[in-house]
């Protein structure tokens, strides 16, 4: 058995084994960075769904035909 061939063909198998392996790690998941914004720009959701609610609420309560209105 010729020895060269099943060394070289041992590298590119490890070769290829290892990216394979570091390409799947790198799409597992968000960075730090990315999770922190993420949770900023849920937070800043959270808080305008609020502000909306509150404003329908307030609509309701002063013109009360407000939905029929904007549907129109």
């Known amino acids: 058995m010729n020895w060269d061939l099943v060394v070289i063909f041992g ?6 084994a290892l990216r394979l392996h570091y390409k799947r790690s790198d799409a597992g998941g968000l960075s730090a960075g990315d999770q922190t914004a993420l949770s ?29 209105r904007v549907r129109a």
């Open 11 to 16: 590298f590119v198998l490890a070769l290829t």
């Open 40 to 68: 900023g720009a849920m937070e800043t959701a959270r808080r305008l769904e609020q502000r909306v609610e509150t404003l329908e609420r307030i609509l309701d309560e002063d013109a009360p035909g407000w939905r029929a």
